[in-house]
């Protein structure tokens, strides 16, 4: 059985070499010292999982992760960041934009060979269940088959968001359409059965009421104004 493939984002000579010795071992192990080589090396390679420091030389590893999870090549390829910064507002960005999980410097090595190790197993188990299917999308995991929907905090935990019939599919047609402003018609037409006697206020109602449950992620389903509803992509501000 071939290895699996790991590409580290990171410009620090010293850090590479301690990851390397951590996963060479078990992985076969690439890194890149700036996103213009990382590109570079994805469209040459095919990877398991890609580690991204935030901080590099000709960018940041936030505008790296967006580009990544909007290429269909690496859209589906689980992203974890290691670095330096440690504000709860770089955390749920990183999450936001579809991360995996977050791990700070300095690494312990067993702890950190450890978290990798899960999120390719987590990684490998999604994509060989046959019940696994679904979606991913910034915080939140969908679990179509199972009409369920996880959440992430800030620390990367997920929990089960408890939703009602109508909230779940809601939720799941504004996942499923991200930036896209969507009229009130489009979502009554979507969600509710054309026949029923349901007006725009009980769009609302329930916008209302997901957005109690989404907690700090409440913001992104923002209203826009004589039209409906956008749910955003990027985080914006806390």
């Not at 790991?6 to 996103?35: A, K, Q």
Request: hydrophobic share 35%; charged share 25%.
């Amino acid at each position: 059985m071939s290895k699996q493939s790991i590409l580290l984002v990171e410009d620090s000579p010293e850090l590479c070499l301690l990851v390397s010795t951590i996963l060479e071992p078990s992985y076969h192990f690439i890194s890149s010292n700036s996103i213009s080589d990382a590109k570079e090396k994805i469209k040459d390679n095919k990877f398991d999982l890609i580690i991204l420091d935030i901080e590099l030389t000709d960018g940041d590893g936030f505008s790296l992760c967006m580009w990544l999870k909007n290429q269909s090549k690496t859209t589906a390829i689980p992203i974890i960041f290691l670095t330096n910064r440690s504000s709860p507002y770089d955390k749920v960005l990183g999450f936001t934009l579809g991360a995996e999980d977050y791990i700070q410097k300095p690494i312990e090595p067993l702890e950190f060979k450890a978290r990798v190790g899960a999120r390719l197993r987590r990684n490998n188990d999604l994509n060989d269940s046959s019940t696994s299917i679904g979606f991913v999308a910034g915080p939140f995991r969908v679990e179509l088959n199972m009409g369920k929907i996880y959440m992430k905090n800030v620390e990367g935990n997920e929990s089960s968001l408890e939703l009602t019939h109508k909230e779940y599919k809601l939720l799941v047609y504004f996942l499923q359409n991200r930036d896209r402003v969507l009229t009130r018609g489009q979502i009554l037409d979507k969600v509710w059965d054309q026949t029923m006697n349901v007006t725009d206020r009980t769009v609302d109602s329930h916008v209302y009421t997901i957005r109690k449950k989404m907690g700090s992620y409440a913001h992104l389903i923002e209203s826009i104004p004589k039209e409906g509803y956008m749910f955003k992509s990027s985080l914006g501000s806390l």
